[in-house]
């Protein structure tokens, strides 16, 4: 079983589309506050900058913590836990999902950032 | 001697279980134990459908998909985790069948389900975001389509694998 040409093709086609589906998310840094969403809808404002737990009591229990000027889920009772081992939201990572509960974790990149500058 | 219809029915039938058993044997032994990202998966499912679109035909493997994520889901799924695995399953679907002209000339088994795994990820993805109102969810795209390299990789290696035992003509 050998790769042909087309199949290289496609290889590089999804890694290029990887490549491009990261642009957007780079250089996103300092993040002053986050957000919290439940199906589409704003819950919290949260500030990263004082410690402090909230909790969202929705289909489960999610108890959110933010520590260091850092967010992440500290506990879930969903099935899957995939939001708890996603750690710490990040430049590289601004958003956390919880999908079973539909909840979701947004860095807010601080007001009057430049994104970049050409010239 | 069987009929045609009946020895058809007993043929996707039997497929059906096996994808099945293949999903529930991967939410044993899944992705998710070492890459923490919704969504990640090895999608050994995808080697029955894949199998019956080129040695079969298009609408049985349709079939299959469709039975295969309806029964799934009342098994182990939740609404929310039938709409993903419906998209991503259907968008795996349309790009591995409009690729299927190109085999085995252009492209081998190896491609089609390096297509089919990226497209999967990439309808999950999109009936995430609808779902969840955000398109923050796309964050998990760039991951999810690096990893579906390597996985449809070893899915279209088992479809060659299991076609070879099966005496398929390749």
């Known amino acids: 079983m050998k790769l042909k040409m087309g199949d290289m093709l496609i290889i590089a086609i999804v890694l290029l589309c990887a490549l491009a589906a990261l642009l957007p998310f780079l250089g996103s840094s300092g993040a002053t506050k986050a957000e919290i969403y439940k199906d589409g809808k704003l819950l919290y404002t949260v500030d ?47 958003a956390l999902v919880c999908l079973p509960n539909r909840v979701v974790i947004k860095l807010l990149v601080s007001d009057g950032e430049v994104d970049l500058i050409v010239g | 001697m ?42 050994l499912s995808n080697i029955v459908t894949l199998y019956a679109l080129i040695f079969i035909d298009a609408p049985s493997a349709l079939l299959i998909l ?81 990893v579906s390299v390597p996985m449809g990789l070893i899915t279209g290696g088992l479809v060659f694998v299991v076609a070879r035992r099966t005496s398929k003509k390749l």
């Open chain 2, 66 to 146: 469709i039975s295969r994520i309806i029964i799934g889901s009342l098994f182990f799924g939740g609404a929310a985790g039938f709409l993903y695995s419906l998209t991503g399953g259907f968008c795996a679907f349309i790009i591995m069948f409009a690729l299927s002209p190109l085999y085995p000339k252009r492209v081998s088994l190896l491609g089609l389900s390096v297509a089919g795994a990226a497209a999967h990820s990439a309808g999950q993805i999109a009936a995430a975001s609808v779902l969840s109102g955000t398109a923050y969810v796309f964050a998990y795209l760039p991951l999810l389509l690096l």
């Open chain 2, 2 to 43: 069987l009929d045609s219809k009946t020895k058809m029915l007993a043929r996707n039938a039997t497929l059906t279980a096996m994808a099945l058993a293949l999903s529930a044997a991967e939410r044993l032994f899944g992705l998710q134990l070492l890459m923490p990202i919704p969504g990640a998966k090895v999608g």
């Open chain 1, 48 to 94: 990263l900058k004082k410690d402090q737990i909230l909790e969202v009591e929705e289909k489960y229990h999610n108890v959110i913590e933010v520590k260091n000027g850092k967010i992440h889920f500290k506990e879930s009772n969903c099935p899957d836990k995939v939001c708890v081992r996603s750690g710490y939201a990040s430049k590289g990572r601004p």
